[in-house]
């Protein structure tokens, strides 16, 4: 009989940033798409906020400045974060969310990267950016570019923005 890895059962915890802005077009969200050759023809529903997961002695606000600075690059910038809560994507990845008011030219994009093999099986390494693209998208817009599991993620913003105006 096979052994069971029981940590591939386990879902991910990551932690993400939902940056906004007030744009001319209203509440505006940044938005990442993700790198590599496996997203690089998926536009809608591939977009995502700028996340990465948590190691057990990492706390998730920590987590959630870093992934925003590895992904943007060191022009990026965000103000001070107020809980989104989590969220379970579909594949099963938690996800801990805040949000914040953020700074970012999306020309000024600086990725880190990771390597895998590609192509399958060739035996050769390639280098590609965690993240090839960044837009500010409206709030509409975002819902029909954003991973299905991370919509949610656009209503506690936009409640929170609410909840903010009536004070």
Do not use: C
């Not at 009989?1 to 991910?12: E, G, P």
């Not at 990442?32 to 002695?57: L, Q, Y």
């Not at 594949?91 to 600086?110: C, M, N, S, W």
């Not at 090839?132 to 570019?145: H, L, P, S, T």
Request: glycine residues 10%; aromatic residues 8%; hydrophobic residues 40%.
């Amino acid at each position: 009989m096979a052994a069971v890895n029981k940590t591939s059962r386990r879902s991910t915890l990551s932690a993400g940033i939902l940056a906004y802005r007030k744009g001319a077009r209203g509440l505006e969200v940044l938005l990442v798409h993700p790198g590599g050759p496996f997203w690089r023809n998926k536009d809608d529903g591939a977009w995502s906020i700028p996340k990465g997961e948590i190691d057990a002695a990492d706390a998730p606000e920590q987590v959630a400045r870093r992934e925003f600075a590895e992904e943007l690059g060191p022009s990026a910038s965000i103000g001070p974060l107020q809980p989104l809560g989590e969220i379970r994507q579909h594949g099963g990845k938690r996800v801990i969310a805040f949000a914040g008011e953020g700074h970012f030219d999306p020309a000024a994009l600086t990725s880190n990267t990771f390597d895998i093999e590609w192509p399958p099986r060739s035996g050769r390494r390639q280098s590609f950016p965690e993240v090839d693209r960044a837009e500010w998208f409206d709030i509409e817009f975002a819902r029909k570019k954003m991973l299905s599991g991370q919509v949610e993620l656009l209503d506690r913003l936009l409640a929170i923005a609410v909840e903010s105006a009536g004070k």
